[in-house]
């Protein structure tokens, strides 16, 4: 069954440092998703991605976060300079068209230290 | 506002006892419902969904949900569960077609004794 692929699993980066998560969507999806949980709070959105543009972005992916798909088949959400308080569960998703169920990740587990 | 809301943190059951989470949302129109489970280590994975029809969805592992306008809820529910469904359990919404943002619940974790 196809899935969406995230790495790494967990990354412990210094705060200040850049961080690129990546992930690898559903093949024939054209729209693309991160969320992140910080510990004990709620699913969070940060940004829908299609036609190689953001669509939607919440109100948290601001100057400091980017994403970019670069070759076709990753999708990546870089965080610069990272902060203690970007440390959580960031999951990547993808869905086939608008509308239709987003399939999401296992995550990646950041820690700034 | 628009929001979801999840009101049991933690929920314990028995092996072999009936399940319902419950999930509320606040929204001047229909809302397209989800439930996902996400169990440790794990992603989030859909269970079922609601965008219209029929009221009653059946979804994965034997869950099922119940949409009630009335009540702004959609409850998920299952007659007997098994030690395998202990998890978190969230609710979410997509308050508009084609807009592809999810507002998640709080979650339910679900513990299973024996």
């Known amino acids: 069954e196809p899935e969406v692929t995230q790495t790494p699993s967990h990354q412990v980066t210094q705060m200040g440092q850049e961080v690129i998560l990546r992930c690898v969507p559903i093949?024939?999806?054209?729209?693309f998703y991160w969320y992140r949980q910080i510990l004990g709070q709620k699913v969070e959105f940060l940004v829908s991605?299609?036609?190689?543009?953001?669509?939607?972005k919440s109100e948290i992916f601001d100057d400091q976060f980017s994403v970019e798909r670069p070759d076709g088949s990753n999708f990546t959400l870089k965080i610069r300079s990272t902060k203690l308080e970007d440390s959580a569960m960031y999951f990547c998703?993808?869905?086939?068209?608008?509308?239709?169920?987003?399939?999401f990740g296992q995550g990646t587990r950041l820690t700034v230290v | 506002a628009q929001s979801v809301t999840q009101p049991d943190i933690h929920i314990t059951v028995s092996e072999g006892a009936s399940l319902e989470l419950r999930c509320n949302y606040s929204?001047?129109?229909?809302?397209?419902l989800f439930w996902y489970v996400q169990s440790p280590g794990q992603g989030l994975q859909l269970l079922l969904k609601?965008?219209?029809?029929?009221?009653l969805v059946q979804g994965i592992k034997g869950f099922e949900a119940e949409f009630k306008r009335s009540q702004s809820s959609f409850n998920l529910r299952k007659p007997s569960v098994h030690w395998s469904d202990a998890a978190e359990y969230f609710c979410?919404?997509?308050?508009?077609?084609?807009?592809?943002?999810?507002?998640f619940g709080t979650g339910t974790r679900l513990t299973i004794i024996p």
């Open positions: 998703a993808s869905s086939e068209n608008r509308g239709s169920e987003a399939f």
């Open positions: 093949s024939n999806h054209l729209y």
């Open positions: 991605f299609y036609n190689n543009e953001i669509s939607e």
């Open positions: 929204y001047g129109a229909t809302p397209y």
């Open positions: 609601y965008f219209s029809g029929d009221t």
């Open positions: 979410a919404v997509a308050f508009e077609f084609g807009n592809e943002k999810l507002t």
